[in-house]
Each structure stands twice: as C-alpha cells, then as structure tokens.
C-alpha cells in the first residue's frame, strides 16, 4: 500500500502564491508519474497537471497553464505544484495522485493512488 502525503495547502488572498508538494511517505518508492487534481464540493474531481518523474515530460489543463507550474525531484519521488496568482475560482481541494508502473494513469482519471487531499482557499 501506497501512502502520498501532501502538504502546502492554505488560505491566501486573491493574487498570492501557494507551494504544493506530495511524496510517498516510504521515500523509497519510485514513481512512474504523479500530478494534481483539484475538486470543489458538489463538482466532479478537476485534472490540472502530471508530470513523469524519470523524464520530467509534463502536461497541464488549459485552466492551470500560464499560473500553475508542476516540478519533480525524482531522488524525493516529490511532486511540486506551484500556484501562482490565484483566483478565487482556484479554491479547492488539490489531490495528489501517482502510478507506480506503466500506463500513467492520471490523465484519464484512474491513478493507482490518491492523496487525501490539502485545501487551497483563496479570498477575494
């Protein structure tokens, strides 16, 4: 069993910035992939970027590019979401997800593990 502990989570005000970061809590888990979803209440659980850890290839949703930037440190197996400028449309619960083995699975939804989650809220 895969545990990803995420931390970072906060409130800030409108225009702020935010530093998410997710780890396996055995440090010695390599991952395939890791990324960030994001979920509101009442709303369907939101994509925003993965990124393989190996390679460092990277992919964002449309509402994250230009404001959110995704790292790794692969000797960490740690993902990292920058949140830049923040909106209130922002405020959510941002979970971590990962796969261990191939495919990656975060795109479509279906990752091997899932975070518990860090709330972001942000104040207009």
């Known amino acids: 069993q895969v545990t990803l502990v995420e931390s970072g989570g906060g409130s800030v005000q409108a225009g702020g910035t935010l530093r998410l970061s997710c780890a396996p809590s055995?440090?010695?888990?390599?991952?395939?992939?890791m990324g960030w979803y994001r979920q509101v209440p009442d709303k369907e659980r939101e994509w925003v970027a993965y990124?393989?850890?190996?390679?460092?290839?990277?992919s964002y949703a449309d509402s994250a590019k230009g404001r959110f930037t995704i790292s790794r440190d692969p000797a960490k197996s740690t993902v990292y979401l920058q949140l830049d400028n923040l909106t209130s449309e922002d405020t959510a619960k941002y979970y971590c997800?990962?796969?261990?083995?191939?495919?990656?699975?975060?795109?479509?939804?279906?990752?091997?593990?899932w975070g518990q989650g860090t709330q972001v809220t942000v104040s207009s």
């Open positions: 055995d440090h010695k888990i390599t991952t395939l992939c």
């Open positions: 997800a990962a796969d261990l083995q191939s495919p990656c699975r975060i795109r479509v939804g279906s990752p091997g593990y």
């Open positions: 990124i393989f850890t190996a390679s460092g290839s990277m």
